[in-house]
């Protein structure tokens, strides 16, 4: 079993830029998959992007593609998400998951077993 904590989260204004932290207890991430999605009242959990932990790649949603950055520190079993150029419509709670996930299945949020809290993201305009 795995747990997750995030943490990062804040308000900025709109330009701004923020770095989230998804760091696990219980085990190391190994070969599982680390996904990052954000939520708003009232609507789905939205995928944003996605690492594989072990050789590191990732993927994004397009909405993010360029702005949002993944990565990992081995050493401290965390994976981060690095936000720049942050616009009001990034404003919501952000989560990190994680299981082992299928390249094709990054984007579901069914797929993922564990999950952490989340962290509240406010831009203001």
């Known amino acids: 079993q795995v747990q997750l904590t995030e943490s990062g989260g804040g308000l900025v204004q709109a330009g701004g830029s923020l770095r ?18 954000r939520q708003v ?6 995928f944003v992007g996605a690492i594989r932990w072990s050789a ?21 079993n965390t994976v981060f998400l ?3 150029d942050l616009k009001p419509e990034d404003t919501a709670v952000y989560y990190c998951g994680t299981t082992r996930v299928v390249r094709s299945a990054w984007h579901e949020v069914g797929q993922y077993l564990y999950w952490g809290q989340g962290t509240e993201v406010t831009i203001s305009s």
């Open 41 to 46: 009242p009232g609507k789905e959990r939205e």
């Open 56 to 76: 590191g790649y990732g993927a994004y949603s397009d909405s993010v593609k360029g702005r949002f950055t993944i990565s990992r520190d081995r050493t401290k």
């Open 20 to 37: 989230l932290s998804c760091a696990a207890s219980g085990r190391t991430f190994g070969d599982y998959t680390v996904g990052w999605f």
């Open 82 to 84: 690095e936000m720049i």
